[in-house]
C-alpha cells in the first residue's frame, strides 16, 4: 500500500511545486519518488500485504515485482525523455498525469475485485488520452488523442457490461469468489457473454487483432516519447492485470478460453508482421511490432494456469527496455530531421551519433530475437511454454513471424550503417547518452539474467 500512497502523493507533489514556482525541483522529486516505490516494493517482498483488510488490493510478490519493473521502466523514461519535456511549455501538467497514469498501473498489478480493476484501467488510461494530444499545435497529435479516447472509451463500455454479466452469474466481484462460483456451476450463458466482452474490451486495450487497428494511427499521431510510454508502462500494466483475472478468477475457464487466445495470437502475429514489412514510417513500423509482441504477452496469459508469472514480467521488462531505446532514437532522429521519420532518416547514423546507431541495432536485434541478447530468451520462454502446451502450429507462427521481423529491423539497421554526405552530427546530453549506453548493456545483461528465471 505504500507504494501507491507514494506514487499518488507524487502526482500532487507535482503540481504543488508547479504552483509555487519550483518547476526545478520537480524531476529530482520524481526519481526520488519512482527510486523510494523499487525500495518499498523490495522492503515490503513476501509479507503479502492486504491494505483494510477489504480484498480489494494485494500487494504480494506477483504484485509488487510488477511494481518494480514498471516503476524502473517509468524512471528510465523520465530521465531519457527530459528534451520532449523541456520543449513543451505544459510539461509541469504532462508530468503529473504520467505519475496518475502509474497510480492506474500499480492498481492493475495490485488488484483482487473487479471493481478496482476497472478503476484501474480507468486511471491509467484517462491521462493517456491528453498525453496523446499534447502537442496541440500538431493536427495529427490532437487525432491521435481522439482516437485513442474514443475506440479506449468503447473498450472500457464494452469491459464494463462484461464485469457487471460476471458479477450477475456469480454474485460477486471478488477474484477467488468468482473462481469459485464458476468451478462449482460451470460456465452458464450469462457467464460466457462476459467473459467474451472482457476478453474483448481487453484486446481493444493492448491491441490484439483484429481488435488492434487503432494502434498504428494513435502511436504515429501521439508524440514519440509519450508513444514510448503507451507501449511500455500502459502494455505491461495491462497484461499484468489480464494475467492476475486469467490466472485466479477465470482460470477453470481456460480449457475453454485457449481456443480463442490461440486464434486471436495467430491472426494477430499474421497481421502485423505482413503489415510492418511494407511500412515506410518508421514510428508505424514499431507500432506493428508492438502488435506483434502482444501476442507473445497473450499466448503468456493463455497458458497463465500453467506458466510462472516471472516469465510474463521478463518479458515486459525486456520488451519495454528494447521499446524505450528505439522510441527515444527515433525522437531525436526526427527532431534533427525537421520530422522525418522514414527509412531514409536514419541514413549515416552510425557516424552522426554512434552511441544511438549502437543502442538502436541492439534493440532492434533483440525485439527480433537474435542472440545473446535478451529477447531471444524472452521468446524461447514463451514458445517453448507454447510447445510444452502442445500448441505446435502456433509455435511454428511464432518462429516464422520472428523470421519476418529480422526482414524488417534489418531496414532501419541497413539505413544507418549507409553512408550520406554532408549530414550533422545528432547531439544528445550526457545523461542522455549514458542513459543509452546502459540501456544497451541490459539487453546483454538480461540475457543472462534469464536463468534465473522460474
Known amino acids: 500500500m505504500k507504494e501507491l500512497i507514494i506514487t499518488s502523493l507524487l ?35 513476501g509479507h503479502n500485504e492486504n491494505p483494510f483488510n477489504n480484498n480489494m488490493l494485494l500487494f504480494d510478490n506477483y504484485a509488487l515485482g510488477f511494481i518494480t519493473i514498471l516503476s524502473a521502466v517509468t524512471l528510465v523514461w523520465f530521465l531519457i525523455s527530459t528534451d520532449h519535456f523541456n520543449s513543451n511549455e505544459s510539461r509541469t501538467d504532462l508530468y503529473a498525469l504520467v505519475a496518475f497514469s502509474f497510480a492506474g498501473a500499480m492498481i492493475l498489478a495490485a488488484y483482487t475485485n ?21 502537442n496541440k499545435k500538431e493536427l495529427i497529435s490532437n487525432e491521435s488523442g481522439f482516437k485513442y479516447f474514443f475506440l479506449g472509451a468503447l473498450a ?16 460477486s466481484f471478488d477474484l477467488p469468489t468468482i473462481a469459485n462460483a464458476i468451478g462449482t456451476n460451470g460456465a452458464g450463458t450469462i457467464l460466457t457473454a462476459g467473459l467474451l466482452m472482457i476478453i ?14 487503432w494502434a498504428p494511427d494513435v502511436y504515429q499521431g501521439a508524440p514519440t516519447m509519450v508513444t514510448a510510454l503507451m507501449s511500455t508502462l500502459v502494455k505491461g500494466a495491462a497484461f499484468a492485470a489480464m494475467f ?17 487466445f490461440v486464434v486471436m495470437a495467430i491472426i494477430t502475429l499474421l497481421a502485423s508482421n505482413a503489415m510492418a514489412s511494407i511500412q515506410a514510417n518508421t514510428k508505424r513500423l514499431l507500432a506493428y511490432s508492438s502488435i506483434s509482441h ?29 521499446s524505450i531505446v528505439t522510441f527515444a532514437t527515433l525522437y531525436h532522429i526526427s527532431k534533427a530531421q525537421n520530422g522525418a521519420e522514414g527509412f531514409d532518416a536514419f541514413k549515416g547514423l552510425v557516424k552522426r551519433n554512434p552511441v544511438l546507431a549502437g543502442a ?18 524472452a521468446k524461447y520462454f514463451i514458445i517453448g511454454a507454447v510447445i510444452q502446451a502442445d500448441l505446435i502450429w502456433l509455435a511454428v507462427i511464432m518462429i516464422l513471424s520472428s523470421a519476418i521481423g529480422i526482414y524488417y529491423y534489418l531496414k532501419i539497421i541497413m539505413a544507418m550503417f549507409t553512408p550520406i554526405e554532408n549530414a550533422g552530427r545528432i547531439v544528445i546530453t550526457d545523461l542522455q547518452r549514458i542513459l543509452f549506453i546502459i540501456l544497451s548493456v541490459a539487453m546483454v545483461a538480461l540475457f543472462f539474467v534469464a536463468a534465473f528465471v522460474k
Do not use: N
Not at 526545478?24 to 520524481?30: D, R, Y
Not at 472500457?156 to 454474485?171: D, E, K, Q
Open 11 to 45: 502526482g500532487i507533489s507535482i503540481l504543488a511545486l508547479d504552483i509555487v514556482k519550483l518547476r526545478k525541483a520537480i524531476l529530482p522529486v520524481i526519481i526520488l519518488g519512482l527510486l523510494g516505490t523499487i525500495t518499498s516494493c523490495i522492503l515490503d517482498w
Open 114 to 134: 473487479m471493481v478496482m480493476l476497472f478503476l484501474g484501467i480507468e486511471i491509467l488510461s484517462i491521462p493517456m488520452y491528453v498525453l496523446a494530444a499534447s
Open 156 to 171: 472500457s463500455a464494452i469491459l464494463l457490461f462484461g464485469i457487471a454479466l460476471i458479477y450477475g452469474a456469480t454474485g
Open 200 to 213: 474483448v474490451g481487453f484486446a481493444f486495450k493492448v491491441s490484439i487483432a483484429p481488435f488492434h487497428l
Open 244 to 260: 492476475k483475472l486469467f490466472a485466479t478468477a477465470f482460470a477453470p475457464t481456460l480449457e475453454f478460453t485457449q481456443t480463442i
Open 294 to 322: 502482444a501476442a507473445f504477452m497473450l499466448s503468456a496469459v493463455m497458458l497463465a494456469d500453467t506458466i510462472s508469472p516471472s516469465i510474463l514480467m521478463y518479458y515486459v521488462l525486456v520488451y519495454s527496455v528494447s
Open 360 to 377: 538502436m541495432t541492439l534493440a532492434l536485434l533483440s525485439m527480433a530475437g537474435i542472440p545473446p541478447l535478451s529477447g531471444f530468451m
